[in-house]
Every structure is written in C-alpha cells, then in structure tokens.
C-alpha cells in the first residue's frame, strides 16, 4: 500500500484545484519558503486523520487551526476538499475524500482497516501518520526532546498492539474486583462483630437482672391484687402493672396535697372556733350596738339643735320684717294721731310706746338664733366619736366575718380537690386517718414495684436464652466471615501477583521488542552519523510501573545535550526512521519527510539521502518536500527509479494569480545499467 | 581477511554487479546496480590510503571516463571506497576526512578494517538497511502461565479467557 496521489483545493494555501500524482518508488517535491510543500503532508494527514498535529498550541486568540484549514486568502475557490488516494501492491484504489462542508465520505473505521492490520496501536490512525509524515518541527521534538515516558509510549505504539497489551487493564480490573470482595468481606466481619458486641452487653444487662429475680407467683398475686382485672398474659399485664403503679404514685402525691390543704384547714378552724375568737366576737357585736345606740342619741340631738335653729331662724325673718314697718312707721309718724300703719287712733305716747314694745319684741324674736346655731354646733361635735366609734366596731366585725368566709371558701375548695382527684370523702376533715391511708398505699405501691421486677426478671430468663443462642450463631457467623476475608485477602494477593506477572511479561516483550530494534537504530544512527567520534546509540530502558527509555551515546552520554542543534536533527532522524521501519501493523510504505535537511550541513544532507536511498531500496515509496533545487537534484539521482516503481519530482511555486500550483513536473527515468560494464568506454590508463 | 572479496560478497548480496581489475597501483573493484555504480580501492596501510587515494580515484575515473561521460545523471552517483586493514588510530580522522571531500566521486574512507563487519559497515551507505526487526509472536499466555505457577491453574485460564473480573476474583477465591 502506498501513496498514489493528493488533490486538493481550497485547503490550507491551495486556492485552486492541484493534483500530485506520486511516484510509485519516489517523489521529490521542491519549492521556495511558503509555497506549500509542507501543506501536502498536511493534506495527507489530514485526509487520513481529519487533523493537523504539528501545532503544539491548539488555540491562539480564540481561534484555531480548524479555523485556517481551508482557504482564507483572496479570491474564493472552486471547491473545498481534500482527496488522499492509496494503491495496494494489487492495484486496487482507497481513497479518502473530506470536504469542508460534508466531511469524510469514509469512516475511521474504514480508514483504520484500509491503512493498518493485525493488532493496531490505540488511536492508530494518528500513531499511522505521526510515525509516516517525518517533519521538520517534529524531528527534534518527537525524538530527543520528548520526556524518556513519551519516548518510551511513542515507540510501543510504534511497535503495535502487543500480544496481551489487554491483560494489563483485565488484571487491574480483577484486583479491583477482588479488592471490593474483600472489602464486602470486611466489612460483614466488621459488623458481626459490632453485633455480637451488642448482644455481649445486653447479656451483662440481662444477667444483672436475673440477680434480682424472686418468688414469681407471689409477685404476679400482688398485681392481681392491684390490678384485679389485669390481663393474663405477661406482657401485657407488666404493662398494666406499670400504668398501675404509675397511677398509684400519681395518687399519692395528691394525697400528699390533700394532707397538707386539711391540716392548713384544721389550723385556721381550730384558731376561729377558739373561745376567745368567739368571745372577741361577741365583744365586738356588742361594741357595735352600743356604739350604734350612742351614734343615734347624737344624732337625735342634733335634729332638736337643728329644728330650734329653724324655729329661731323663721323668729328672726319676722323680726326683720318688724323692723321695716317699725322704722317706716317711725319715719312717717302719726298722721293727725293716726298710726301710719294701723290708722288706729293713736297717741304720740301711745305711739312711742307701741314703737318701743314692738324694737322690743324684735329684739327678744332675733336673740335666740345665735344660741340655736351654738347649740347645733356643739351637738355635732358631741356626735363626731360615737360616728368614730361605730365605724371601728362596724369593721371589726365586717373583718371577723370575712375570716369566716374564707374559711369557708377553703373547706368548700378542699372537698372540691377531693372530688376532683377522686379522693375519699371520708379524710376531708381526717388528714391525720389520710396520712395514715397514704402509708398504706405507698406499702401496695412497693410491693406492686418489687412483684413487676421481679416479673421483669423472669422475662430476662427466656431474653437470657434467646441473646445466647443469638452469641452463638453470632460467633459461627464471625469465624466464617474471618475465613472468607482470609480467603478474599487471599485472592486479592493472588489478583496482584498476576497483575504484577502481567505487567512484568508485558514489560518484558516490550523490551524485547526494543532489543531488537535496538540494531535498526544503531544502523541508521551509524548512516546519518550525527558525531564523528559517537558512532553508536543505544536504548536505555529503566523503571517498571512508569518506562522511561533513554537514549545514550559515547560513555553513557544524552545526546540531547552534548549534541549540536544538527546533530541532535540528525539523531533524532535515526530514532524516527526507526520507529517507522519497526511498524508491522500497517501495510502502507510510504515515508513522508517534510523538509528534513534544516540545520544540517551537506556531508550530513548527503548521509540522509543515503539512508533515503537505502530505504527506496527495500521497496519503500519516499515523498520528500526540500527547499534546495540541488538537493532535490541529488534526491532524484540517488533514490532510485525503475520502471515499475518510478520517481516524479514536482516543483510548485505561486502563479501570477497568487495561487499556489505545480510550475512543473518531472518523470524521473530509471538510469542506465552497465555503464562501467562497457567494455567500449574503456580507457588505457597508466598507472603513475 | 581478504577486504576486496568480502566487499564484493556483500555488494552481491546489494544487488550490485561486481567485478574485479587490476591497476597498477593494485586489484580494483567495480560495483554497479540501477542507482550507483563505484571502485574499492584497498590500500596496504593507512599511510598508503592517505598518500594514494587521489591517485587512486584518479585512475579508476579515467579507465571508465567515457563510460562515465555518457552515463548521463548517474555520472554523479559514482563512489570511490578506500579501505585499509592498517591501524592509525592517530590518522583515523584524517583518513574519514576524506569523505568530505565532494569533488568528483563520493568517497568512502576507513581504515582498521580487520573482519566483515567492519567491511559491512564501511560499505553501509551503498546497502539497503541490513536490521530487519523480526518481531514473531511473543508467547505471552505460556509466559505468564509459567510465571503464575501458584496461582490456581483454572482462575489464570478463566482470566486469560476474558472471564469478567468478578468471575475470577471468585474463582481466586474472592466469595462475597
């Protein structure tokens, strides 16, 4: 299987449509800096891959290399595509097409089976064209630059699946999968032994209780007795024992309330039924009469000094009235011996005389006034105490007939309690008889607790049984879990050991495989001859999880660093051209070289086409784009060209239009045979 | 060890056709297959090679000078090889020196060479690669049969035979 040509258009700097035929043995393709010789190893990778892997960074102002696929020049082209056509050594065509609008008209699938066989590396198709397309920004980079791990998977892929390459992931998987056994086992064990813990403690709990077991039918004859109406069966009636005696002491606590309201009662009785709290009421019901009676004999005396005063009062307004017409009669005198007022017949003696009786009359009418109103005032005063006097007998006695009622009240709230907390009537005004009946209760109360323990008790005997056997099934449960995490441990240990036996046999074919093509690298490293005095290189392979593998020349030196930027090309050349060779999981022999001849000096350049040439020579199709027209001369001289294996050179550069296109193209013929052979080109030449 | 006769067996074997004439200055080789085409001139000593190479070429070129006229662009893949058995480990670089000389012919330039392996490799450039890696099959179930001779012979079997993890696990003796 090769290359058997490239067309494309409107991809990468390819405007218009070009087609490059392949040479079936080689093709040497030449152009100036930027014409797109490399664009054509992009447009096979990208054929065969759907992308470009030389650019290391993957994103650049959010833009990407999807971004600059396809053609972003002037002018528009005809068409968007890529076609990479492959020949088998039967003739028979493969072709891949992707255009910018549809994509691949293949599947990876069928480019996988097309391009690889056997058993294929993971991601084959990238690891096909990392290790056919040979590029100049790779050379060094992909070789001595890479880490000793990166080195060491690029070459295991390069070597393909390996037999077994599976097993690696199985085995793990088996240690996983006997790892969470054991865990499973663990942890059951674990909690088993949790459990038998528990029941441990409450066998200890339970053995406590044993220890206070007693006469079982004595106990249940004295919850019989609390609880006439009990249930028979135990449980139930523990349970109505318990409500009992929690009733029980319910009671008893009001009971113990009811003692304390009764004796307070008795007290406040005993103190109001006293003798002298009764003769002091008495006392004071007869101090309230008399005072009643004294405050009356005041009051009555006061109306008498109140009737006089009016009496004397209405005396005194006819005395003013008198005194009017007297002192009017006076004035107007006797008229022709008249009174003025009574037109009597009257002398002015008889009238002076009738005047002085009458101021005298005035005068005995106004004089008792003032005496009734000093006889009022000194009656109120009089009654002023017995008034003081009555008030303090009224509220002595209104004070002894509040504490009756209160203690009324209080033995009206006492038999309430009692009716209220249903106790017996009989102690309401016994606290002495009530103390002694809670006596009795709290004896009943004890006994009914002692007989429900030692029920309990024997409730503990048959628990006693039960967590027993429960132990015992417990312990044969732990020994036989102990056996399968022993025998899980087991297994895991031997799921390890074949993991580790995988990953060491693996190991092993890998190295190997590397051993030997250890020889194919040291024959290329001695073609290229990167170093006058280092002519061999070796591999190093250390570690055994993480596989480094190192390359060392001379006395164990890295060449990546005593090499020259040239030489380190050229070594790394000898270790990707290795790697390419050492691929037997791909029927395609084509290599492709992207400018490889950068920074190395022309004995060198010359060393490489050598190796070119050898590699033509095993029947491999070499497409390599230069910059330098000499050695594209020398290329095509060197790789040889026969007649069913040809050699082609283009040459491509950009047209007037701006367009990249091939300016020519080349068959390159075989060259003649014989020619030292013949016999007529044979010169007499002396020996001096 | 005769350098001439084993340089023309593995020119032989490169598909070269070779053939032997003798100089004045000694026996030359002729090479020549579709691509290239040369002489091994073979020199008694380094000293020899350094003194003699020029003339050496020189000879063979123009014995083969009308040949070579008319052989077109495979005039330029003409190679000049000289070889010595003689030890200068002091002249060896300027004896490989030589080889850089491009006027003419490619040259080939070694000294020391003493078995067929160092004829092999002075020769290397005219060779198609010699290293064939030859990467058979690795018989990884029989090895790592053998490695786990302890391990129960059923559960390798089942794990070789893609038995789910779990499956071997049990079998290892994993029972939950």
Known sequence: MRLDFIEVCGFRGFRDKVRVDFGRGFTVITGRNGVGKSTLCDAVEFAITGSIDKYSVEKAAKESLNDYLWWRGEGTPKAHFVTASFIDDAGKPFMITRTREAGSDRSPEEIQAALCSGPVPDDALKQLTRTSIIRDEWIAALSLDLSETERFDLVRAALGALEGSGAGGRAKEVVVAAEAAHSRDEAAYEAARSRLADRLAQQSETQAALSRSGDVSEALRTISAAIPDAPIELTARLAAGRNALASVRAKLSRMGEAVQLGREIAARQATFNAPEAAAAREAASAALEAARRAKEAADRVITEAEQRLAREEEADAIAASLTLLVEHGERLGLHDDHCPLCAAHRTSDEFAAGLAAARRRIASLSSGVQDARAALAAARDQARQPALDLERAEAEVAAHANEERSLRAQEAAHVDFYTQWNLDHRFIGDPDGLEHEIATERDRSINLERALLVLDASQAVSRMSSIESEISALRDEIERLANAVSQSQGAVTAAREIERSVKRVSAEVIDERLAQISPLLNELYQRLRPHADWRTIEYSIRGDVRRFLSLKVGNGLNPQFVFSSGQRRAAGLAFLLSVHLARAWTPLRSLLLDDPVQHIDDFRALHLVEVLAALRLDGRQIICAVEDPALADLLCRRLVSTSTEGGRRFDIDINPLGATGVVNEEEIPPLPVGVLRNAAGLQVVSGT | ?176
């Open chain 2, 1 to 176: 060890m005769d350098i001439l006769t084993q340089a023309e067996i593995l020119l032989r074997d490169a598909q070269y056709e070779t053939w032997t004439w003798t100089a004045s200055t000694g026996p030359v080789t002729c090479f020549e297959s579709a691509a290239l085409m040369g002489f091994v001139h073979v020199f008694d000593s380094a000293e020899a090679l350094i003194d003699g190479w020029k003339a050496s070429q020189q000879l063979a070129l123009a014995r083969h000078s009308a040949s070579l006229r008319g052989a077109g662009t495979k005039a330029w893949n003409v190679y000049s090889v000289f070889l010595t058995g003689g030890r200068a480990p002091s002249r060896s670089r300027e004896i490989e020196r030589i080889e850089e000389d491009f006027s003419l012919t490619r040259k080939i330039a070694r000294a020391s060479i003493s078995i067929q392996d160092d004829v092999e490799k002075a020769l290397l450039p005219l060779l198609s690669i010699r290293s064939k890696p030859l990467l058979g099959a690795s018989n990884f179930e029989s090895r790592l049969r053998s490695r786990l001779k302890d391990i129960p012979s059923d559960a390798v079997t089942a794990f070789l035979n893609d038995t789910p993890a779990a499956e071997v696990a049990r079998i290892l003796g994993a029972t939950s």
